[in-house]
């Protein structure tokens, strides 16, 4: 397990090396300017030089090369540099933002993790019933939806319609500090869009995995042996189904950070992804690269932790990719 935490650990230092450079060149081709980005409609006005003086004070007068040079250097020192559409250190916007990010993704997440394979299980138990024939024609609707249009058709019935729930931001009109009270009600709508992008996904994995499960011969021989059959299928055909959802783990952070990146703009939420967003409108460079090294870094951690967890799932597999 060392030895190939180790090996993913060395083998994500030129990924993301790659991907910070992948990240300068394509803003550095974008057709939008940073310096009129950041002066906004002061730009329309401002002579050429002052507008070039704005942008060597934003170092984005420099070639391509040695802006990502210093990018990297700096941020080795724990200087990310400078926010140019947040006007605040890159570091601060993420410390004040990350939390917000990782608490609507964690809540999503687990609650996509608990529904789906309960779902599952439901489908798996008796397939070709109605209950199966539900919980898949559910999955596929909700697996063909796009998350902003769950998004805007949530905040269209709870919020518009019903009024049971806030339509977005984090606190309500006219607060300015975050209560907990507050932050439950304001969460729920997000969380739970950002959670139905991700359910159909392990619904259909683990009742297909559980499903395969119960045919298998140590299943039968529980059965035969006149095991119950909540023992039966909790026992012995969810802990086999269950392994290829672990590897699922993995490979659904990339889509949950893309759903969230969606799920924060339409609910205003106050995250990394809404950054993100800001960040590459405005052409904004240090946030930009800083944002993208974290969403990588998270779907690395992810694969690995997935790949660990099936390995001491399953022993057979090992550790040694």
Not at 15 to 39: C, E, M, Q, R
Not at 127 to 137: E, K, P, Q
Not at 189 to 213: C, E, K, N, T
Not at 312 to 317: F, G, N, S
Request: net charge negative.
């Amino acid at each position: 397990m060392a030895r190939m935490t180790g090996r993913r650990l060395l083998f994500a230092v030129p990924v993301l090396l790659a991907v910070t450079f992948a990240v300068f060149a394509v803003a550095d081709a974008s057709p939008f300017d940073p310096v009129k980005a950041y002066a906004g409609t002061a730009g329309l006005t401002a002579s050429q030089e002052n507008l070039d003086q704005l942008r060597a004070n934003l170092g984005v007068d420099q070639p391509l090369a040695v802006r990502w040079w210093e990018w990297i250097t700096g941020a080795l020192t724990g200087d990310l540099g400078h926010s140019a559409v947040m006007r605040q250190p890159v570091a601060d916007v993420i410390a004040e933002r990350i939390g917000w990010s990782v608490l609507l993704a964690a809540l999503a997440f687990v609650v996509a993790v608990l529904a789906g394979t309960t779902l599952g299980v439901l489908a798996a138990r008796r397939r070709g019933s109605l209950v199966d024939r539900a919980v898949t024609s559910l999955a596929y609707t909700l697996e063909a939806a796009p998350t902003f249009w769950l998004g805007l058709l949530a905040v269209w019935l709870f919020a518009l319609q019903l009024g049971w729930l806030p339509a977005g931001g984090l606190t309500d009109t006219g607060s300015t500090t975050v209560t907990a009270g507050q932050l439950t009600t304001h969460v729920i709508l997000p969380a739970a869009v950002l959670a139905a992008s991700q359910l159909p996904w392990f619904a259909l994995y683990v009742r297909q995995g559980v499903g395969d499960a119960l045919d298998e011969d140590p299943v039968r021989g529980a059965r035969a042996r006149g095991l119950a059959e909540h023992t039966v299928l909790l026992g012995h055909a969810l802990r086999s189904g269950l392994l290829p959802v672990l590897t699922l783990i993995g490979s659904r952070v990339p889509e949950l950070i893309t759903g969230a990146l969606l799920v924060e703009t339409v609910f205003s939420w106050p995250g990394i992804a809404a950054a993100t967003v800001q960040a590459a409108t405005a052409v904004d460079f240090p946030l930009l690269a800083a944002t993208t090294v974290l969403a990588t870094a998270a779907v690395l951690l992810g694969n690995l932790v997935a790949d660990l967890l099936y390995g001491l799932a399953d022993p057979r597999v090992g550790f040694d990719g």
